[in-house]
């Protein structure tokens, strides 16, 4: 018998809910989302979205697993997996911006073949490189005319406020979605905004008014649940099509990041450069990778490398500013093998929701087939005084391979770190980080960079 | 601040105009929220208008820029024949 694990972010919606048979995602559908899932299959919808790449595939499973109860299930379904789960408190604002406008996009082909959204979460949306993909198969009802558009609401709490905050105050707080999973409260959205709720008819009518609205009718009992012949199908597509200029007129501040200008700023030579990156291909060769983690990896100089070959990698930055930049060159590219994604080392990112097991750890989506760690070792352990015996346990956690980049003391880089603490760390040194990696990795080869002192280590895991 | 002419005049008003639309229960399993309803169904309400006006308008200007590019589509085909 396969063994069924149930997953731990899906238990809200009584109509399925997903769960891991032998490994794979697979989604359940009970016999009462039975109706939504046999009009999205018979009104085209599937097809359609499926077609132009907004929706996920899948293929229904012949019979019901054993060691399901097989009375209260309709149907199992096992969509195309997804190469990394990301989620949205990790991205940049032009992937929540994408992300946003993917589900009106699929709002919009919902209604047209007599359907609608029952719910419009970021949750509901996942990457594949630079692509948007929505991945609720059971997200979808049909549209009953007169219906209010029920998730409103919900998109203006999870998308409409992160990006007016991202985009009219500071890039940096779309990480508020980490601590507020079920969206931003439209009254704290207003008082962050101040005058900048009032400037521009879509904040004011759908995060000023809006939030008054919900605290002057938050008492309202009984019958306003729901109600039909209220809203005319025109309606609908007149406030999705609303919101959809919104957010297409949404622009990411101007905002200068530390870690943005990097590359014009490095302290090598270009022909260091150009060793660097040859030194790291020449051990990637060795280990022919299919996920790879870029830890530290800026603007993706060197996460391209491998997704320009088809490699999956995912490129992680402490600096929005640089995920921005990442996102943006990705896209141009057209390049579905790149995802770059926020992540701060020092803090990452915990597993958050009910009972702390909703939306997983970065560290339980691992471990990657090789980790790059170039250039961020002298940050982790002279900026922010971790020592590298703990470095180690973390990237061992991380990696199965490592090619990390060691950065001596007398660098340049390094000693502007020193600059204001003055020298506390006599046991950083390329001896002490060769003792401690080789507790919890085997040094397969070091290679050293010309003209700079560094050097790349290639390491296995022990 | 909401003044209180405001108060006095503008939510009375919202219920009314909310009330007065006919409902019955359909529920989702997301809650939709009262005040987020009353926008909607305003917001619907202003937005259907501005919306018919636009599709009419790209209509209409799509209708004039097809009839000025026609000759150039027929020359095309001409020499695709």
Redesign the interface.
Known sequence: MQKINPNPSSF????GYVVSIAGSPARVITAAGKRSYDALMGSGLYDALAGRGLLVEHREMESIPDGMSQNQIYKVIVPKKLPFVSYPYEWCFSQLRDAAITTLEVQEMALKHGMTL??ASPFNVMFVGYKPLFIDTLSF?PY?EG????????F?ETFLAPLFLMSKLDLRLGSALKHFLDGIPLDLCRKLLGKKAIMGLAPL?HIW??S???????D?SS??????????R??????I??LHGCINRLKPPRQKTPWREYYAHTSYSESSFLAKKEGVLKLAERIKPKMVWDIGGNTGEFSTLFSERKIYTVCFDGDIGCVEECYIGAKKRRDKSLLPLFLDITNPTPAVGWQNEERESILSRGPADLVLFLAVIHHIALGHNVPLSMIAKMLSQAAKNLAIEFVPKEDPQAQRLLINKGDIFPDYTEENFRREFSKAFRIEDRIPIEGSGRSLYLMSGA | MISPVMNKIFYPVMLILFLAVSYDRAYGYIDPGSGSLILQALLAGVLAVVFTVKTWWHKLSSLFSKKSSCSTDASKNNLKD
Not at chain 1, 223 to 232: M, P, Q
Request: aromatic content about 10%; charged content about 35%; hydrophobic content about 20%.
């Open positions: 809200r919606d009584p109509e029952k719910d009802e009953e219906a209010p558009w029920k998730p409103y609401r919900q203006c009518t008014v809006h008054f609205m919900q605290k002057r009718y938050a309202t019958e306003t649940g729901g109600y039909k012949k209220g809203i005319s025109k309606g609908i597509e007149a406030l099509d609303n």
